[in-house]
């Protein structure tokens, strides 16, 4: 019976890290290059010149370029997963490896992040309206997400600090991986609610995006962050309890299914939510061509 459940748990886990690689390294880099794409082509830099600040001769040509080595790059990276698969499977590979893969698939994505900053600090300083019109509507986080998903991250947030502190004795007792751990992720939530007061209350990140593209992009944002939050919870609420009671060959399985839902959930509601096919782009055209009013 043992044997039968090890079988199961480990064919359960090949199945669910196949679906990381392509899921994280296939499926969403194709559909954001496709997005770039889509972008570049039914609005270019000729017609549409605020959109892309430091666009020069050869702009286009160079950013399909950069597509396809990205799209490049995320394929040796499948190709890496289905190696240490192969690994795991006649070497006996530690399944632990899986989350460390799911970091080198990350790196991509952060390349776009920290590319999509630069832009976006570009624009500001390339950007000098001539008339400043300031939002004066009184923007509440309930504007922006059901106040009761906040009560649930912060519940769940309460109870993975009681559950994971339970059994670590006095404060003068803890450890430093104690003590780290709770410095991470109280730092993050903390993070999260400087950010989400950010983006319902401050500066603009893209100087030009017209007020309802703004206030979607928030909206996804803040969503986004509180059910990071709330998953983030439960995840560590779930690998804690199975360490404490002996369910260790089921964690590979968690981590790599909750590393799947964050990228969903980070990703794919962005892409669902955010459409260029909705958006409103006449407000990176140049002033002169802008419709009166």
Known sequence: MADITTTAVSALFYLVFACQIVLISLFYPRKLMARMT?????????EYPKLYPDAGPGFEASMKGKARLYLAVNMIIAALGVVAMGL?????LSRGACAGYFILQ???????????????????AAYRPRLRVADLT???????VALPYV?????????????????????????????????????????YVFIIRRFISGKKLN?????????????????????SSI???????????????GLH?????????????????????????????TMDFDVYKPDDTLPAG
């Open 151 to 191: 009560a649930v991250a912060a519940v769940l947030y309460v109870a993975w600090l009681a559950f994971f502190l339970s059994g670590k004795g006095a404060p003068e007792s803890w450890g430093t991986s104690v003590v780290a751990t709770l410095l991470l992720i109280s730092g993050m939530n903390l993070a």
């Open 231 to 245: 998953g983030v919870s439960l995840f560590l609420i779930v690998i804690d309890a199975m360490r404490r009671y």
């Open 38 to 46: 889509y972008v570049l082509e039914h609005f270019p830099p000729a």
């Open 249 to 277: 060959d089921v964690g590979p399985v968690v981590t790599s299914f909750y590393m799947q839902a964050c990228v969903v959930f980070a990703i794919g509601m962005t892409l669902d939510k955010i459409r260029p096919e």
């Open 138 to 144: 009184p923007r509440r986080l309930s504007d922006f």
């Open 88 to 92: 795991m499977l006649t070497w006996g």
């Open 106 to 124: 990350a790196m991509p994505y952060l390349y776009l992040s920290i590319k999509e900053m630069a832009q976006f600090k570009a624009m500001r």
């Open 207 to 227: 100087p030009i995006a017209g007020h309802a593209d703004q206030m979607l992009q928030t909206k996804t944002t803040v969503k986004g962050l509180v059910y």
